[in-house]
């Protein structure tokens, strides 16, 4: 079989004499370098824009680094108590709520006419014959993920003191939800015998079958944006019975990981295939296309070859969106080594292609257009030689070629031929803001190439030689889109970056988020402390304080201050609560900013 791509021809070249680029603004730290669970060892930790894993090891990055807490969400038992969840306060609320005649919050499923408890079989290590190997101290049990009274719970005795509060200097900390494996079949109990029984539909009131089971994970995270808005969520991406309804799901849902993209690399199973074909292209191709972050994994082996870096490495150039990152796993592998890649091809122009199915719904060729060249992946089960569209093409070796051979498994790229081998870094622009900005504001450009030149534009036109020359920070008083390009000696210029900026008059706004909330007076007895949010229309640039009044039910009054960051538009603060009624919270002053129209907040126990 011969792919020929000769119709992007025309397309690409145009694309080349106009210099142009797509739309998608970058909205977190610049380098693309992520990683997974595993610090990478020979080069700074500057160098990171993403970390999963979180705990004392965060305290070594940046603040603009995202920094992802290791949680979960959708089952727990004793073992998260070493990730600081209170397991053992949760079964004493439910115990309390049971005992007033309220639905447990664990899930049970009646086996052989006996409640059961619901268990989630990722943490059983079932053997052959489907008995749990793990000690009990490491099983986790389903609990009603909709539940409101589960979700208070989880921010206001997990999320917020364990995790954001300990955490508040570090800026920019995510919750990194793992075990996301929406299956309702992944659930099971053990029967008289010890043996898992997956798959047994759930008592009332408690979700009856996979669709129910689906929504009810949507509802918590639709809930969770709700009630805490500044909480950015990350998940591992997992799997779900339902495909279709990942962008449901994920509607409020920040970003997500997955651990290894190169899980089919060794002889796969079609099953492999289609897995990735059916989920891990589609939904991070539109966790891109909608400006979501994404940690693409690749696992390395210790002995790793270029070529499997490579294939690593097309696999996220196929799937990346702005906001992406690129995280070498298992192995150490210098960003240099596939940065000169990234910066060769610079940004994509469109999704990703694919040619016509071969036998298999995932048995295709697909590629991706770029700035400077073409990505392809090769899974048509056969050998593929692809004819380029006319032009000058060089594949990553520098080699120049009309025509590229790619194995079955295998990826790679070509680039417009340059007379230089290396092309210069495309300059970083920051700050990057994902929100609108309060003005004035100080915009700095810089290249990682030695001894480059950076031309920039302010009108969102393309840099040429005839552009401002970049000589230092400057300042933005009203929205602008900030474009820049560098030239150095021995180095093809580098692509074109690009940054927005919608910049606010006037000091920001301050509100709180929604105006109330409650909880049943036993439910209250669980939560001792209560985080209301308050937001900012605004990022601003210097720091914001905030001073506030409490009321509590007996009539006494306290005063508290809150103070926001530069460049962070949610704050929240704890109120301690005992007991039923009702607690006012009001906004009497801000320094920084104007108060909006939502000056109070109640919150309430019935």
Same mark, same amino acid.
């Given at each position: 079989?011969?792919?020929?791509?000769?119709?992007?021809?025309?397309?690409?070249?145009?694309?080349?004499?106009?210099?142009?680029?797509?739309? =998608?603004?970058?909205?977190?730290?610049?380098?693309?370098?992520?990683?997974?669970?595993?610090?990478?060892?020979?080069?700074?930790?500057?160098?990171?824009?993403?970390?999963?894993?979180?705990?004392?090891?965060?305290?070594?990055? *940046?603040?603009?680094?995202?920094?992802?807490?290791?949680?979960?969400?959708?089952?727990?038992?004793?073992?998260?108590?070493?990730?600081?969840?209170?397991?053992?306060?949760?079964? %004493?609320?439910?115990?309390?709520?049971?005992?007033?005649?309220?639905?447990?919050?664990?899930?049970?499923?009646?086996?052989?006419?006996?409640?059961?408890?619901?268990?989630?079989?990722?943490?059983?290590?079932?053997?052959?014959?489907?008995?749990?190997?793990?000690?009990?101290?490491?099983?986790?049990?389903?609990?009603?993920? +909709?539940?409101?009274?589960?979700?208070?719970?989880?921010?206001?005795?997990?999320?917020?003191?364990?995790?954001?509060?300990?955490?508040?200097?570090?800026?920019?900390?995510?919750?990194?939800?793992?075990?996301?494996?929406?299956?309702?079949? *992944?659930?099971?109990?053990?029967?008289?015998?010890?043996?898992?029984?997956? !798959?047994?539909p759930w008592d009332a009131p408690f979700q009856q079958n996979a669709n129910e089971y689906l929504k009810s994970?949507?509802?918590?995270?639709?809930?969770?944006?709700?009630?805490?808005?500044?909480?950015?969520?990350?998940?591992?991406?997992?799997?779900?019975?339902?495909?279709?309804?990942?962008?449901?799901?994920?509607?409020?849902?920040? !970003?997500?990981?997955?651990?290894?993209v190169l899980a089919w690399y060794s002889n796969p199973t079609q099953t492999e295939l289609t897995g990735f074909?059916?989920?891990? #292209?589609?939904?991070?191709?539109?966790?891109?296309?909608?400006?979501?972050?994404?940690?693409?994994?690749?696992?390395?082996?210790?002995?790793?070859?270029?070529?499997?870096?490579?294939?690593?490495?097309?696999?996220?150039?196929?799937?990346? &969106?702005?906001?992406?990152?690129?995280?070498?796993?298992?192995?150490?592998?210098?960003?240099? %080594?596939?940065?000169?890649?990234?910066?060769?091809?610079?940004?994509?122009?469109? *999704?990703?292609?694919?040619?016509?199915?071969?036998?298999?719904?995932?048995?295709?060729?697909?590629?991706?257009?770029?700035?400077?060249?073409?990505?392809?992946?090769?899974?048509?089960?056969?050998?593929?030689?692809?004819?380029?569209?006319?032009?000058?093409?060089?594949?990553?070796?520098?080699?120049?070629?009309?025509?590229?051979?790619?194995?079955?498994?295998?990826?790679?790229?070509?680039?417009?031929?340059?007379?230089?081998?290396?092309?210069?870094?495309?300059?970083?622009?920051?700050?990057?803001c994902p929100e609108k900005i309060t003005g004035p504001l100080t915009v700095t450009i810089s290249t990682q190439?030695?001894?480059?030149?950076?031309?920039?534009?302010?009108?969102?036109?393309?840099?040429?030689?005839?552009?401002?020359?970049?000589?230092?920070?400057?300042?933005?008083? =009203?929205?602008?889109?900030?474009?820049?390009?560098?030239?150095?000696? &021995?180095?093809?210029?580098?692509?074109?970056?690009?940054?927005?900026?919608?910049?606010?008059?006037?000091?920001?706004?301050?509100? #709180?988020?929604?105006?109330?909330?409650?909880?049943?007076?036993?439910?209250?007895?669980?939560?001792?402390?209560?985080?209301?949010?308050?937001?900012?229309?605004?990022?601003?640039?210097?720091?914001?304080?905030?001073?506030?009044?409490?009321?509590?039910?007996?009539?006494?009054?306290?005063?508290?201050?809150?103070?926001?960051?530069?460049?962070?538009?949610?704050?929240?603060?704890?109120?301690?609560? =005992?007991?039923?009624?009702?607690?006012?919270?009001?906004?009497?002053?801000?320094?920084?900013?104007?108060?909006?129209?939502?000056?109070?907040?109640?919150?309430? +126990?019935?």
């Open positions: 079989m011969r792919a020929i791509l000769t119709s992007t021809a025309l397309l690409f070249s145009s694309i080349l004499l106009t210099g142009a680029s797509t739309n =998608s603004n970058r909205t977190v730290m610049d380098t693309e370098l992520g990683s997974i669970f595993q610090p990478a060892q020979g080069f700074p930790n500057s160098d990171f824009g993403a970390y999963m894993g979180a705990g004392s090891r965060s305290t070594m990055f *940046a603040p603009e680094t995202i920094k992802g807490h290791y949680m979960h969400f959708n089952h727990f038992g004793i073992v998260d108590n070493g990730f600081g969840f209170p397991y053992s306060t949760l079964r %004493d609320y439910e115990a309390q709520e049971v005992a007033a005649g309220r639905a447990p919050i664990f899930v049970t499923a009646t086996y052989q006419g006996k409640k059961r408890p619901v268990m989630f079989k990722g943490y059983l290590e079932l053997d052959a014959n489907n008995k749990p190997t793990a000690p009990q101290s490491n099983w986790v049990y389903a609990v009603n993920v +909709a539940d409101d009274r589960f979700i208070k719970f989880w921010i206001n005795h997990y999320a917020r003191p364990v995790v954001l509060q300990s955490m508040n200097t570090l800026g920019n900390v995510w919750a990194y939800m793992d075990g996301c494996a929406f299956y309702y079949a *992944a659930y099971g109990v053990l029967d008289d015998s010890g043996t898992f029984v997956g !798959g047994v994970i949507a509802d918590f995270f639709n809930r969770l944006k709700q009630l805490a808005p500044d909480i950015n969520v990350i998940t591992d991406v997992g799997s779900m019975t339902d495909p279709s309804q990942f962008q449901n799901i994920y509607a409020n849902v920040g !970003g997500a990981l997955a651990e290894d074909y059916n989920m891990i #292209f589609p939904w991070f191709s539109w966790l891109g296309s909608t400006g979501r972050v994404g940690i693409l994994g690749a696992l390395l082996s210790p002995n790793w070859k270029e070529a499997d870096l490579l294939t690593g490495f097309v696999v996220y150039e196929l799937l990346k &969106g702005p906001n992406f990152f690129f995280a070498t796993r298992g192995a150490h592998v210098p960003p240099g %080594d596939w940065e000169r890649w990234n910066a060769a091809l610079g940004t994509p122009v469109a *999704a990703y292609q694919e040619g016509p199915a071969n036998g298999q719904p995932a048995n295709r060729l697909y590629w991706r257009q770029y700035e400077d060249g073409y990505v392809y992946l090769n899974w048509t089960g056969s050998t593929q030689a692809v004819t380029l569209p006319t032009g000058k093409w060089v594949d990553p070796y520098n080699h120049a070629v009309t025509e590229i051979t790619i194995p079955n498994l295998t990826a790679t790229f070509v680039t417009w031929a340059h007379k230089q081998a290396v092309t210069a870094q495309a300059p970083s622009i920051e700050p990057r190439t030695p001894g480059g030149t950076i031309y920039y534009t302010l009108d969102g036109s393309n840099p040429s030689f005839s552009s401002a020359v970049y000589s230092g920070p400057f300042q933005l008083n =009203s929205s602008a889109v900030v474009k820049a390009r560098a030239v150095a000696s &021995g180095y093809n210029t580098s692509l074109t970056s690009t940054n927005s900026y919608t910049i606010s008059t006037g000091a920001p706004t301050m509100e #709180f988020s929604i105006s109330s909330d409650k909880l049943p007076a036993s439910g209250a007895a669980a939560v001792t402390t209560y985080y209301p949010v308050l937001a900012l229309s605004a990022m601003p640039n210097e720091p914001v304080t905030a001073n506030y009044t409490v009321l509590s039910p007996s009539g006494k009054t306290s005063t508290g201050s809150v103070k926001f960051v530069a460049r962070e538009v949610y704050q929240q603060f704890p109120i301690s609560i =005992s007991g039923s009624g009702t607690w006012k919270i009001t906004l009497t002053g801000a320094s920084g900013a104007v108060l909006g129209s939502r000056v109070t907040f109640e919150f309430s +126990a019935d």
